[in-house]
């Protein structure tokens, strides 16, 4: 299954490369995500929330409203993951705190576990960290 994916930072869709540098400067995710919507469910990731450094709730709530959307980034503790699926998320993309306790804890059938790479390496924290493993031991 491929899922089209709308990064989100400062309000606007982006691209990073290594959850650094921006490549793509897209601007408005809201008709992006009519285009994407047309093949089904499209993931949202807030980089801002992932990186510790705001938020864009307010906008992903306008587009968990209106498409079918996976919902991602900076969702570190069970009650956060929960709320977005109240709110309307069709799944919850965990990368950082997909461990097997957190998962226990959700409704498996609403959950995306996704791993960050770079070289490799497992990174966890926005891209920030290195987790010393490799993506086939996580």
Known sequence: MIIP???LQDGQAVQLIGGEEREIEAGDPMPIAERFAVVGDIAVIDLDAAMR???NAALIERLVARFDCNVGGGIRDVETALQ???KGAKRIILGTMAKPEILARLPKERLIAALDARHGEVVVE???????QGIMER
């Not at 926005?126 to 010393?132: A, I, M, N, V």
Request: glycine share 24%.
């Open 5 to 7: 994916s709308i990064d």
């Open 126 to 132: 926005g891209w920030k960290e290195g987790t010393g």
């Open 84 to 86: 977005w699926l109240d």
């Open 53 to 55: 450094k705001g938020s």
